[in-house]
């Protein structure tokens, strides 16, 4: 049974490489955007502190705050 | 669609979108394994090989996927100048690359025992390469000038 799964008509080498490949490439794929996203957030928090999304709603409905954002889109 | 890309928002989705694909991704990962190399049956024709295409094509469909949303998503920028645009489409440019990739390796793999060559320059697999090239540029692009000068 195992033999047979592991061989698979001869077609074994190709298929669990493919396979083999596929889930090395998913490893990779996660430490790297693992990595990237916490710079990202690193990079996020070290410019706009810790503001959370409670507090930056709370803080866009403040009319002073809308007067001073509503020219500036590209934040 | 633009309060979810605003800079207070972005982190708090992608936070829970990591606890959720994190919850259901390992019984998925069983799940779609034991389907692709033990339940299903083998091709009629190419026997067991076809198992390769359980991971070949939907590599190919991501790798395109993610070429024409990072194209959609640069439209957007250049017409709504959102920043987090920038960011998300920077993301996006490694996992193309890595399905791309993913997308020629099983390709080959399964040309082997199929055509009997690892390769050949027929329109598919030279456009698949061609991508996998213009997203190494993209990503050595991003890596030298950096997300807030592009």
């Not at chain 1, 592991?6 to 080498?13: A, H, Q, T």
């Not at chain 1, 996203?37 to 070290?46: G, L």
């Not at chain 2, 067991?48 to 070949?56: E, G, L």
């Not at chain 2, 996992?95 to 793999?109: E, H």
Request: aromatic share 16%.
């Amino acid at each position: 049974m195992i033999n047979e799964l592991l061989n698979m008509n001869g077609y074994g080498l190709y298929v669990w490489s493919a396979f083999s490949f596929t889930l090395l490439s998913f490893l990779t794929l996660y430490s790297v955007a693992k990595v990237q996203y916490i710079r990202e957030r690193n990079k996020f928090i070290a410019k706009y502190g810790s503001l959370d999304a409670q507090k930056a709603r709370v803080a866009r409905t403040q009319t002073i705050n809308q007067e001073i954002l509503s020219g500036s889109q590209s934040i | 669609m633009f309060k979810l890309f605003a800079s207070s928002n972005i982190f708090f989705w992608i936070e829970k979108l990591i606890s959720f694909i994190n919850s259901i991704f390992f019984v998925l990962l069983l799940v779609a394994l034991s389907f692709a190399l033990i339940f299903s049956p083998p091709d009629y024709l190419q026997g067991d090989s076809v198992r390769i295409m359980y991971v070949h094509v939907p590599s190919a469909w991501i790798g395109l996927a993610s070429f024409t949303s990072i194209a959609l998503l640069s439209i957007a920028n250049f017409i709504f100048k959102i920043k987090n645009i920038k960011l998300v489409t920077k993301s996006i440019a490694p996992i193309g690359l890595m399905f791309t990739c993913l997308a020629i390796v099983t390709g080959s793999l399964w040309g082997q025992p199929t055509w009997g060559t690892w390769w050949a320059w027929d329109a598919r697999i030279t456009s698949m390469l061609i991508f996998l090239m213009k997203y190494n540029t993209e990503l050595i692009k991003l890596k030298n000038k950096g997300l807030d000068r592009l």
